[in-house]
């Protein structure tokens, strides 16, 4: 059989991603879930005293303060002191998360050329980066030096490491294992499961786009009930965050539309890295858009820009209507993306959409910049760590 078809446990666990831990759970993850509530409560909103968490989460006083002690001794959260400006009475005591005590480890492997990484703590700040070039490794030799690199950032750091988050090309399943990346030939790859032998540490591994759509809703302002990151480089591809989930699809390939064919007659069409002709990607990745605005004057490559930005707003539109997006951010040179082409696309995807739809629509460059992914790669630390995002 083959492993890469989605079992029960697979499926359990997809739902296990939730990014908001918000409903009754079974008594024996009762705990582990109040814990993130608390967590989730602390990392968006800041210092709160004891009762405040317990009137939020709707868990009892008590409950609270066992949590917080735990919490406490875990190291991961400390007593700020009375509230500031209180007036009247015995003024409640803050308890903080200490975003700075912990650093995770981020990687980005967009490509098979560079493997980007960082340290950082858990507010986003980054604090140590370090490349490392691939120079024609493929496979376990791959791995072998995203291991490595791990290796030199974790003795860059002088705090306790809580994870190792890598943002990764390719169909990954939820437990981190790589179905298939073809370019840095891997198949079947258990990339957490031997990083985390490796490194003895919590290891979370996410496809890029994925990632960077948790990181620019954790580390920035993204709507997480309707939101696209969409990335584009020589490839394309999407993460999409519906409903506080991560969307995975039937085979955790949601949001991989670089492949399909936008053409009318595909023959004509340039020749994609997937071996078929005429793809969204071979029409709108930035090797295409470069091609079309070569030696164009300002006015001509407006044009030209905003005729790409017409097909993009056409292929996505379908997209946009069946999962009622509220937001684009989009991942690439702003150069080339911000300005004509993006407010062509949202054009024409008025144009072609119910009001209902598309009126609040918002679509722009990724807050995060080119930082997006190493931040989404925190995000899965994070997230799986904390249940915080
Ligand atoms: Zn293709």
Aim: hydrophobic share 45%; net charge negative; proline share 5%.
């Amino acid at each position: 059989m083959n492993s890469a078809v989605p079992t029960e446990e697979h499926r359990a666990q997809s739902l296990g991603r939730a990014l908001r831990p918000s409903v009754k759970v079974l008594p024996e993850h009762a705990r582990a879930h109040n814990r993130s509530l608390v967590l989730q409560q602390l990392f968006r909103f800041g210092p709160s005293s004891r009762a405040d968490l317990a009137r939020v989460t709707g868990l009892t006083r008590v409950t609270v303060s066992d949590l917080v002690s735990g919490l406490e001794s875990e190291g991961l959260v400390e007593d700020l002191g009375p509230r500031p400006g209180t007036r009247v009475g015995k003024p409640a005591t803050l308890v903080g998360l200490r975003k700075k005590a912990f650093h995770v480890i981020a990687i980005e492997v967009s490509d098979d050329v560079l493997v980007r990484g960082a340290v950082m703590d858990l507010a986003g700040t980054i604090h140590q980066r370090q490349d490392e070039e691939l120079k024609g490794r493929r496979g376990n030799d791959a791995v072998e030096a995203i291991a490595q690199l791990c290796h030199e950032l974790i003795a860059r750091s002088d705090r306790k490491i809580l994870g190792v988050g890598v943002g990764a090309p390719g169909v990954i399943t939820p437990e981190g294992l790589i179905l298939e990346a073809p370019k840095l030939r891997w198949h079947e790859l258990p990339m957490a499961d031997l990083l985390a032998k490796r490194l003895n540490l919590p290891v979370y591994v996410e496809n890029d786009a994925n990632a960077a759509a948790l990181g620019e809703h954790t580390f920035s302002d993204a709507d997480s009930t309707g939101m696209m990151l969409l990335r584009v480089g020589t490839g394309l591809g999407a993460g999409i965050l519906i409903d506080d989930a991560l969307l995975l699809g039937h085979r955790f390939a949601a949001g991989e539309i670089g492949h399909v064919i936008v053409m009318d007659d595909p023959s004509a069409g340039e020749l994609c890295a997937c071996g078929r002709r005429g793809c969204l990607e071979t029409v709108f990745g930035i090797p295409a858009l470069r091609r079309d605005t070569e030696g164009l004057g300002p006015a001509e490559t407006e044009t030209a820009l905003a005729a790409a930005g017409e097909r993009l707003g056409t292929a996505l539109t379908p997209v946009v209507s069946a999962l009622n997006l509220s937001q684009i951010r989009v991942s690439g040179p702003a150069q080339l993306l911000e300005g004509p082409l993006l407010d062509a696309a949202l054009r024409t995807i008025r144009e072609r959409t119910l009001a209902s739809v598309s009126e609040h629509l918002e679509i722009r460059m990724a807050t995060l910049g080119d930082d997006v992914v190493l931040m989404g790669a925190a995000a899965l630390v994070l997230s799986g760590q904390l249940g915080v995002s």
